[in-house]
């Protein structure tokens, strides 16, 4: 079956290290994005790519960085320098880079700062 | 930047009530798409529907219903007959562009 696949479902990280959240899909999509998910104030986009090798910040970008160097990859990374990252993450995807035809989602990472 | 508003932040009800999700947009394009996602216990978002801005009409999906006017800006989600299964966060979403933008959510309690 097609879909996104994210990774690990929970990540505890401790302070001032770099964590790997994945994000992987098989839908042959376009366009992937980050999304952030605090209580209250549902998804803001964090990064998105609508080609390879290309991404764009998102409305949040602050502390986090990815990589695109393959169709079905797009792994974002949570650096020291993000001083909040406990949240939701979700992954999701898109035929082409418009809006037009919305997103499949993946089951998203939960992160904690321990 | 042109926001959804949900400001229903949560809303409970009994099995078998109807229930209306309410959902208004910001938008200074001519064309953009309108969203309504599931989100259970679980995580994932769930599509339920997408409307372009040149269709009005209304529709209907089983239990679900949509009614969405541009002269109000509104994009409103119904529930019929509510069960405990439809528990869950619900997003509306604006695409415009190459992005969507999400509302905060609105969280359906379902109680027996």
């Known amino acids: 079956d097609g879909g996104i696949t994210q990774s690990p479902k929970y990540l505890f990280r401790k302070e001032g290290q770099n964590v790997t959240l994945s994000c992987e899909q098989n839908?042959?999509?376009?366009?992937m994005y980050w999304y952030r998910q605090d209580p209250g104030q549902g998804l803001r986009l964090i990064y998105y790519s609508q080609i390879v090798n290309d991404f764009q910040k998102g409305d949040i970008a602050e502390g986090y960085s990815v990589s695109r160097e393959k169709k079905e990859s797009f792994p974002l990374t949570v650096t020291s320098a993000q001083k909040n990252p406990t949240a939701f993450y979700l992954c999701?995807?898109?035929?082409?880079?418009?809006?037009?035809?919305?997103?499949?989602f993946g089951s998203g990472t939960r992160l904690t700062v321990v | 930047a042109q926001k959804v508003t949900q400001a229903q932040t949560e809303i409970s009800v009994v099995e078998k009530e109807d229930v209306t999700l309410d959902c208004v947009y910001e938008t200074r394009d001519t064309t953009y798409y309108l969203f309504w996602y599931k989100q259970p216990p679980s995580g994932e978002l769930v599509f339920l529907i997408r409307?372009?801005?040149?269709?009005?009409q209304n529709e209907i999906s089983g239990r679900y219903s949509w009614n969405f006017q541009k002269s109000t800006s509104s994009f409103n989600f119904t529930i019929t007959a509510s069960q405990v299964v439809d528990s869950a966060v619900y997003f509306c979403?604006?695409?415009?562009?190459?992005?969507?933008?999400f509302g905060t959510g609105t969280q359906l309690k379902v109680e027996l």
């Open positions: 839908l042959n999509h376009d366009a």
């Open positions: 979403a604006r695409g415009g562009g190459n992005k969507l933008t």
């Open positions: 999701a995807s898109s035929p082409t880079g418009t809006a037009q035809g919305g997103y499949t």
């Open positions: 409307r372009n801005s040149f269709d009005e």
